[in-house]
């Protein structure tokens, strides 16, 4: 067990399994975009290690682009399904292959609303990849196309998932122990 901001957590997923899986995604993604237009399209904040560890692993050409999203409050952590945009997309994305780069996918509340918006600016296709998946919490069904890993319905944090704004840059995925 490990101690930080007075927080007891543990490993959830180690830096070593991320990466493993983080290779074996960006090699699937690469086979399957090959020869085709790509642009990653991470959401902010929580995203954002796994877009820049993702990029790494890709063999084709892409580009990135970011959109941020309200969250859940620093009191409430449920999903109200009711998501406003703080930072909208730099370029349009018509006739686009966009690939949602997302950190966790739980009610699936938050993704849909984000599809919808996306879907209306007529991208040439639209997928989503996520590092988390809380399967057994969700409330909307959304085809998720890449899945990092399936985990139980805890909260997590770490490797860019934040605890109150904190502990984003762990390396590992953490869950709390009390
Ligand atoms: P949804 O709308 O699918 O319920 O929620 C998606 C968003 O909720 C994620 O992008 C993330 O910001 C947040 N979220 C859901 N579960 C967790 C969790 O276990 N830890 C953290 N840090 N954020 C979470």
Same mark, same amino acid.
Request: aromatic letters at 0%; proline letters at 0%; glycine letters at 10%.
């Given at each position: 067990m490990e101690a930080n901001y007075n927080i007891p957590y543990e490993t959830l997923i180690s830096e070593h399994d991320l990466q493993n899986r983080i290779k074996e995604l960006g090699r699937q993604i690469s086979t399957d975009y090959a020869g085709q237009d790509l642009l990653l399209l991470c959401i902010l904040k929580g995203g954002v290690l796994f877009l820049t560890d993702l990029m790494r692993q890709l063999s084709i050409p892409h580009e990135i682009d970011f959109l941020a999203v309200s969250s859940y !409050?620093? &009191?409430? *952590? &449920?999903?109200? !399904?009711v998501v406003r945009i703080l930072k909208d997309l730099d370029e349009p994305i018509a006739g686009r292959n966009v690939l949602i780069v997302e950190d966790i996918v739980d009610t699936g509340h938050t993704l849909t609303y984000i599809t919808n918006i996306l879907r209306a600016r007529q991208p040439g296709s639209l997928k989503i990849c996520t =590092? =988390?998946?809380?399967?057994? @919490? @969700?409330?909307v069904n959304i085809p998720v196309d890449y899945i990092g890993f399936t985990i139980p319905d805890k909260f997590v944090f770490g490797y860019g998932l934040d605890l109150d704004e904190k502990l *984003?840059? =762990?390396p590992f995925i953490a869950v709390a122990t009390q």
């Open positions: !409050g620093k &009191e409430v *952590r &449920e999903s109200t !399904g =590092l =988390l998946d809380k399967k057994e @919490r @969700r409330q *984003r840059n =762990l």
